[in-house]
């Protein structure tokens, strides 16, 4: 049975850094297609990055310009953990971050999507 756990989530001042994971189980992660989403309070579910394992490739893509060249996702195969290392974090980050899976493509419908983790709480505020 597929799981997703986040975790490395917290409170951090403008300009900080994180890194999110996802320890997947359940799954092939080297062939899976792991996505990153992110839900502010009365916004919607927001695709943020997403590594397409298809093939073992592990190609990554991001989604909104606010995050390209501040955000990066990484997967360590062996701990079968996906990462999320967020670096000059903004106010605007802030959000709950939720893993997802999927054997296709990466898109950025949260729809698409079967699979979530709990999500891990972002906050940046000084």
Known sequence: QLQLVESGGGLVQPGGSLRLSCAASGVTLRT???????QAPGKEREAVSCIDGRGGRGVAT???????????????DAKSTVYLQMNNLK????????CTASGGSCVSTAANYGAWGQGTVVAVSS
Request: aromatic share 20%; net charge negative; charged share 30%.
């Open 32 to 38: 899976a297609t792991i996505g990153w989403f992110r």
């Open 91 to 98: 106010p605007e980050d802030t959000a709950t971050y939720y």
């Open 62 to 76: 991001d989604y909104p310009d606010s995050v390209k060249g501040r955000f990066t996702i990484s997967r360590e």
